[in-house]
């Protein structure tokens, strides 16, 4: 069956660092990868795609690297900041207008000043 | 502002009643999902709907059902709430067109069946 791994259930960082959150995948070829971030009480809000013929993205701080024969995707968070505290959610989303969106159970990541 | 919102924030319900939860997103999408979110599980897909009358199941749809009469509204139904179901809701959408594909989430409804 398909199935999304996220494993670190939680990363405590110091401030400054760069927080690397890993995903990875079995029995599935997605389309696309999405990381989401979740704060606590609320939905999740999107933070960047990549797609499957793309090796990397950025986005100001954000780094998102996608290797599909590992198939695992590493989420980057340069010069971290006590705010970037969250959870942190990766999702494969397929080819179809139908296809079923697959997320991980997210990764507690706390950044200590 | 884009928006998805849904109908309670905080719901409690006695064990066999039905319950609604009330999904509207303005932004024109076709597609629209629910989602119940536990601690160590993640977002687990219910049911999710592509076009309005059609509907899918997810990973767990059992004990659940799903109504799309109408494009901006995705509803819920729990026929006989169990003490189970107690969990955060989600609903979110998303337009299959576009670059981005990102799905928009609403504020999340946390039901507890007592």
């Known amino acids: 069956s398909q199935k999304i791994e996220q494993n670190s259930e939680a990363l405590n960082i110091q401030e400054g660092k760069t927080a690397t959150l890993t995903c990875n995948y079995t029995n599935y070829s997605p389309a696309y990868l999405q990381w989401y971030r979740q704060d606590p009480g609320r939905g999740p809000v999107f933070l960047l795609l990549?797609?499957?013929?793309?090796k990397e993205k950025r986005k100001e701080r954000l780094k998102v690297t996608f290797d599909t024969t590992l198939k695992q995707s590493l989420f980057h968070i340069t010069a971290s900041q006590p705010a970037d505290s969250a959870t942190y959610l990766c999702?494969?989303?397929?080819?179809?207008?139908?296809?079923?969106?697959?997320f991980g159970s997210g990764t507690r990541l706390s950044i200590r000043p | 502002d884009v928006k998805v919102t849904q109908s309670s924030r905080y719901l409690v319900k006695r064990t066999g009643e039905k319950v609604f939860l009330e999904c509207v997103q303005d932004m024109d999408h076709e597609n629209m999902f629910w989602y119940r979110q536990d601690p160590g599980l993640g977002l687990r897909l219910i049911y999710f709907s592509y076009d309005v009358k059609m509907k899918e199941k997810g990973d767990i749809p059992e004990g659940y059902s799903v109504s799309r009469e109408k494009k901006e509204r995705f509803s819920l139904i729990l026929e006989s709430a169990s003490t189970n179901q107690t969990s955060m809701y989600l609903c979110?959408?998303?337009?299959?067109?576009?670059?981005?594909?990102?799905?928009?989430f609403g504020p999340g409804t946390r039901l507890t069946v007592l």
């Open positions: 979110a959408s998303k337009s299959p067109r576009g670059p981005r594909q990102e799905q928009f």
């Open positions: 990549i797609r499957e013929n793309e």
């Open positions: 999702a494969l989303d397929g080819y179809s207008s139908a296809s079923k969106i697959i």
